[in-house]
């Protein structure tokens, strides 16, 4: 028998390989967890300003004066909240939801009117006390201000995250 070379490795320098790859095993398996959920996190933001343009092409695409975008006598700002239901595979109004309905997602679209006379120097802002009430008349509006804010709920599963997105765009006549 040839007292030679040996071929493979001892018990000991294993366990010692496993020792130092281990932890480095360890460490890449948690960062592709860490890399999924952020996947998932910004395929949820994309849904999300997916909804919110679609929604304000819609209104985009009405008339000045169409019904939705009219704001009620007296009142500063018209806001509705819509609501996805998987089940019914529709959005329907926040207030018509049955008990145990779950809204994946939420649209809150909110319109103000202003005169011209309303808008600042920066071309972009005003201020509160600066809107019209609704039943103003038409000549005297001049601009709308919508916002189109989605929302995703808690109800897609446990996690799944609170992320808002909001868009605003200002009509003249």
Same mark, same amino acid.
């Given at each position: 028998m040839s007292t030679g070379s040996h071929r493979g490795f001892t018990l000991l320098e294993a366990i010692l390989a496993l020792a130092i790859l281990g932890p480095a095993l360890?460490? !890449? &398996?948690? /960062? %592709?967890?860490?890399?999924?959920? +952020?996947?998932?996190?910004?395929? #949820?933001?994309?849904?999300?300003?997916?909804?919110?343009?679609?929604?304000?092409?819609?209104?985009?695409?009405?008339?000045?004066? !169409? &019904?939705? /975008? %009219?704001?009620?006598?007296?009142? +500063?700002?018209?806001?509705?909240? #819509?609501?996805?239901?998987?089940?019914?595979?529709?959005?329907?109004?926040?207030?018509?939801?049955?008990?145990g309905q779950n809204a994946r997602y939420l649209l809150r679209i909110r319109v103000r009117q202003f005169n011209i006379d309303g808008l600042r120097a920066d071309g972009f802002s005003f201020t509160i006390g600066d809107r019209l009430p609704g039943g103003t008349s038409a000549h005297d509006v001049h601009l709308k201000e919508v916002r189109v804010r989605a929302e995703s709920t808690p109800a897609g599963g446990a996690l799944r995250r609170h992320d808002v997105v909001s868009l605003r765009w200002l009509r003249a006549i």
């Open positions: 360890v460490a !890449a &398996a948690g /960062l %592709q967890l860490h890399a999924q959920q +952020l996947n998932l996190r910004v395929a #949820e933001r994309q849904r999300l300003v997916s909804l919110a343009l679609a929604r304000l092409e819609e209104l985009r695409a009405l008339p000045f004066d !169409a &019904a939705a /975008l %009219q704001i009620r006598g007296g009142e +500063l700002e018209h806001e509705t909240t #819509e609501a996805w239901v998987d089940e019914e595979g529709a959005w329907i109004l926040e207030e018509d939801l049955e008990p």
